[in-house]
């Protein structure tokens, strides 16, 4: 939201910034294969432009006003190293990203796929996001289909009002599920006791989900083919072929805290789901009941075992005491008495 801020400010005050730049203007080269103006490999920030053929004066200014953000996209990656990229997608056709990774090549022509058809510009421009909020994408292949991501998208206005484009920041699938779950969406694995941890997001669509328990759930899918599709993730957990988790994934995604008990194939499940903050997503655990009895039952052993020894310790403190009183009783009737 702040660089959105300060990329209106900047564009908003060309004035300001025609005589300098932070460093020369970039200079773009037009790579045919598709038709995309793109900045030399060698420089930190990638700068693409495919709105025309020629570089007008307009864009030019623009491209020399949007260096002055680049010391803002740096300064966001080192407060946040989980951030796989951070970039800007202007209304005039104009991307900028740090780091430069120089994927000029790997992008289909304008004709075909437009940057700003991209999930994360098109979720935060007027149509969809009329509050002008920060909001998150859905998990989807990043434009060069190498790995999935999500993104907080910003939208940029103008001091008029003008929606001038918005500024995302991308954090890679697999970065996100080791923070969350301590593991990648292609290693996830059951504990010796079975439990296993899941992540929906707020529609019910599957994040992860450990490959070996896909089956017992009634759910099939592979992270490889949305990879190769280039398609957004949207295999439900309502999806399954089993009534029964279809009815558990409404509930799920229905309530903030749930808490159930589900049968599948004579084995019982005990499911605690919560929905996390900003990206409403639901994070769930998953415990076999057989699991939780005997944990239950250990605790029950290890209380009447403890229970049994205290029962012997205070028939031994009682039967000393008993005796100590004895003898006093007896010292007394001897000594008073006798």
């Known amino acids: 939201a702040r660089l959105a801020g300060l990329t209106a400010f900047f564009l908003d005050h060309p004035a300001l910034f025609r005589e300098s730049s932070m460093h020369p203007i970039d200079e773009l080269v037009l790579y045919r294969p598709n038709g995309i103006f793109s900045i030399r490999p060698s420089l930190e920030t990638m700068v693409l432009y495919w709105g025309s053929t020629q570089l007008t004066d307009d864009i030019k200014e623009q491209l020399r006003v949007l260096?002055?953000?680049?010391?803002?996209?740096?300064?966001?990656?080192?407060?946040?190293?989980?951030?796989?990229?951070?970039?800007?997608?202007?209304?005039?056709?104009?991307?900028?990203?740090?780091?430069?990774?120089?994927?000029?090549?790997?992008?289909?022509?304008?004709?075909?796929?437009?940057?700003?058809?991209?999930?994360?510009?098109?979720?935060?421009?007027?149509?969809?996001?009329?509050?002008?909020?920060?909001?998150?994408?859905?998990?989807?292949?990043?434009?060069?289909?190498?790995?999935?991501?999500?993104?907080?998208?910003?939208?940029?206005?103008?001091?008029?009002?003008?929606?001038?484009?918005?500024?995302?920041?991308?954090?890679?699938?697999?970065?996100?599920?080791?923070?969350?779950?301590?593991?990648?969406?292609?290693?996830?694995?059951?504990?010796?006791?079975?439990?296993?941890?899941?992540?929906?997001?707020?529609?019910?669509?599957?994040?992860?989900?450990?490959?070996?328990?896909?089956?017992?759930?009634?759910?099939?899918?592979?992270?490889?083919?949305?990879?190769?599709?280039?398609?957004?993730?949207?295999?439900?957990l309502s999806d399954s072929s089993i009534a029964q988790v279809q009815d558990l994934a409404q509930r799920i995604i229905s309530k903030e805290h749930h808490f159930d008990r589900v049968v599948l194939n004579g084995m019982a499940y005990m499911i605690s789901s919560q929905a996390m903050p900003q990206t409403g997503w639901r994070l769930g655990l998953v415990m076999p009941e057989a699991t939780l009895l005997a944990s239950i039952q250990e605790t029950r052993d290890g209380l009447h075992s403890t229970v049994k020894r205290m029962n012997a310790l205070f028939v031994g403190v009682t039967a000393l005491f008993m005796l100590f009183s004895l003898g006093m009783v007896s010292f007394y009737v001897f000594k008073r008495m006798i």
């Open 67 to 236: 260096t002055y953000i680049d010391p803002f996209l740096k300064a966001t990656h080192r407060v946040n190293p989980e951030i796989l990229s951070s970039f800007i997608i202007s209304t005039s056709a104009i991307y900028r990203q740090y780091p430069n990774t120089f994927s000029v090549a790997q992008l289909s022509p304008p004709s075909e796929y437009d940057l700003r058809r991209d999930p994360a510009y098109t979720i935060a421009g007027p149509e969809k996001n009329a509050e002008r909020r920060t909001v998150w994408t859905h998990i989807h292949p990043d434009p060069t289909g190498v790995v999935l991501i999500t993104t907080a998208s910003s939208p940029i206005y103008s001091k008029s009002g003008e929606f001038k484009g918005i500024v995302g920041v991308s954090v890679a699938l697999n970065t996100i599920l080791f923070d969350i779950l301590g593991k990648a969406e292609e290693v996830q694995s059951l504990d010796p006791e079975g439990n296993f941890s899941f992540l929906l997001d707020e529609t019910g669509v599957i994040i992860a989900w450990p490959s070996e328990q896909l089956q017992p759930f009634g759910v099939s899918f592979e992270y490889r083919n949305i990879l190769q599709t280039g398609s957004v993730l949207e295999n439900r």
